[in-house]
């Protein structure tokens, strides 16, 4: 464990920062390896700090970021700081997320698209991260002209402990994510969500989205788990769908904030912790 309280250096739809400590009070108190396949934002992951862990995400962008964070946290450190130092105007917003989309469109994974991930992120309507049907970055601007756009204690924190603990960054599907999960392993699941309605759906991270299939697979990974021996949680949306998809197993209500939504009065909602413990 890290003895540095680290916190997400981006802002993630579905982050969970607001509800690690309930996560981290229902996790089993003995597990082996840690696998956390959608890893997304990585409160919990940095939050509890394993010195051990297996971590994935399908978002080629996420992956990098961690993966130089690791790797070239000064370099991401010195990029980033040279676009704070320059009042940010609209214009400098969509040539810096120009920048970015060129990035992604030549596979260019380095510390300089690490950084322009993250300046974008404090600088995008609502720290969203929505990509077209091309894979392209699309979100506008958010009217935010200066400001630091990192915590340099905190982001070193992170790449210190992503460096000298056992965290093994991968860029795969979830379930070949979970291949090597053991009986005794722990694994934490916080896929995009099923829509609330069927107007609600926010599952761009990626091209291609987070379809019912997907859900489906994911519970059926799930049940195979359990089966191996594995201990399971997965977070989601509190919804009929959800609770068909994990009957049986341990379901609890949670009241939470959803700070990304756009619309301040839909704010407010329920989230379940599922767990096969």
Known sequence: MSDKKMTPVLKWAGGKTQLLEYISDNMPDKYNNYYEPFVGGAAVLLGISPPQAFVNDVNQQLVNLYTQLKNDVESVIVRINEMDSVP????????????????????????????????????????????????????????????????????????????????????????????SVKSGDFVYFDSPYVPESATASFTDYTTGGFSVEDHQRLAELFRQLDKIGAKAMLSNNDVPLVHSLYKGYNIQSIDVKRMINRNAGKRFGKEVLITNY
């Open 88 to 179: 940010c105007t609209k214009e400098i917003y969509y040539n810096i997320r120009e920048q970015y989309n060129i990035k992604i469109t030549q596979g260019d994974f380095d510390a300089e698209c690490a950084a322009l991930m993250i300046w974008i992120n404090k600088h995008c309507f609502n720290g969203l991260y929505r990509v077209n049907s091309k894979g392209l970055f699309n979100v506008p601007y958010n009217n935010r002209v200066s400001g630091k756009s990192i915590d340099e204690n905190n982001i070193r924190a992170v790449s210190e402990y992503l460096r000298n603990s056992d965290i093994t960054i991968t860029c795969l599907d979830f379930e070949k994510a979970c291949d």
